[in-house]
């Protein structure tokens, strides 16, 4: 299904709708209600526009837990002023999940969003760097991006693997944290690299697989999202000087030869398995954070590789991306 967002910028007024918290029931209902609901259901999304005032309206979409045989409405509402935009989603993404070789460890549930994005974001003097305090960016289907895992090499934990690991309870700064798209990492993911949290919450490790397709226009891959500075979150593809259209290629490559020795550091060579078996090189079309500008516009992409969206924020994350919950 091709879902043109309007390319015309629609700045609402901060109505009701900012009142409705973090209820649920109350966002699910009101997208409902609305008569003009955009459905989104397995939408391929086209429109450019770095503005999130671009996307301002309501969405819904009807989808099924293929793990749980369970049908659920995707409900996201988007206002904006001047100066900002306000995304409240149940975190019920556009596609149906769960459908992936193993099970969630929990079972998918609705999760408020009430998230603020700044409509004319600002580098900061230096990178943010990713923590598991703040959820990373928010996708137009309401889903969260959330990179880090709580896993990481602690031969001493509870429930650990053969590598050493464990998958839980583990700092954003543990110097071996896992990579949770390594298939050695040991988490179960559909084919839309989600899963969900303990509370239910689903969300994205990497390309969605939805949203944008191998097809791109002549400008590239559409927006299909907004990091938690504000700063908007592309698909993969870009034109390149060459006037080629192409996928963006990251910056980051696996580290050669062994990991160092010692008992606080895993055994082996540096394959993936976790976040620090990569370094930055410098080599690719992306900076450190995972983004480039573009005709004058800064912005994330999906790459095939380590970091996968993004990597650090080059600007400063709102407040409102901070977890409630974990």
Not at 229 to 248: L, M, N
């Amino acid at each position: 299904m091709i879902h043109p967002f309007n390319s015309l910028i629609l700045v609402l007024p901060m109505t009701a709708t900012m009142s409705l918290g973090q209820s649920v029931e109350d966002i699910r209902d009101t997208a409902l209600g609305t008569p003009d609901a955009t459905d989104i259901t397995d939408a391929i999304l086209t429109d450019t526009s770095a503005d999130c005032a671009s996307y301002a309206t309501t969405y819904t979409s009807d989808v099924t837990d293929v793990q749980q045989s369970k049908g659920f409405t995707g409900a996201v509402i988007i206002e904006a002023d001047d100066q900002s935009c306000t995304l409240l989603s149940n975190s019920i993404p556009n596609h149906d999940f769960g459908d992936g070789e193993r099970q969630f460890a929990n079972a998918v549930a609705e999760v408020a969003q009430n998230l603020t994005l700044a409509r004319s974001p600002q580098a900061a003097a230096a990178p943010t760097a990713l923590d598991h305090d703040y959820y990373d960016a928010i996708m137009l289907n309401g889903v969260v991006v959330d990179i880090l895992s709580a896993g990481c090499y602690n031969p001493a934990g509870p429930r650990v693997d053969e590598y050493g690991n464990v998958l839980a309870g583990c700092s954003d700064d543990d110097p071996w944290l896992l990579d949770p798209m390594s298939p050695m990492a040991g988490f179960a993911e559909d084919t839309h690299n989600g899963h969900a949290q303990p509370n239910g919450m689903y969300h994205y490790h990497a390309n969605p697989m939805a949203l944008f397709d191998e097809e791109p226009g002549p400008d590239g891959s559409p927006v299909i999202g907004f990091a938690a500075d504000g700063f908007p979150i592309y698909g993969s593809f870009f034109q390149d000087e060459t006037g080629e259209v192409r996928k963006a290629v990251s910056g980051y490559a696996l580290k050669q030869g062994e990991r160092p020795e010692g008992d606080e550091n895993p055994e082996g060579a540096y394959d993936g398995m976790y976040r620090a078996d990569y370094g930055f090189t410098n080599a690719g079309d992306l900076d450190e954070c995972n983004g480039m500008t573009v005709n004058g516009q800064y912005g994330y992409y999906v790459t095939d590789s380590y970091p996968w969206v993004l990597a650090c924020f080059t600007g400063t994350p709102d407040s409102s991306f901070q977890r409630r919950q974990r």
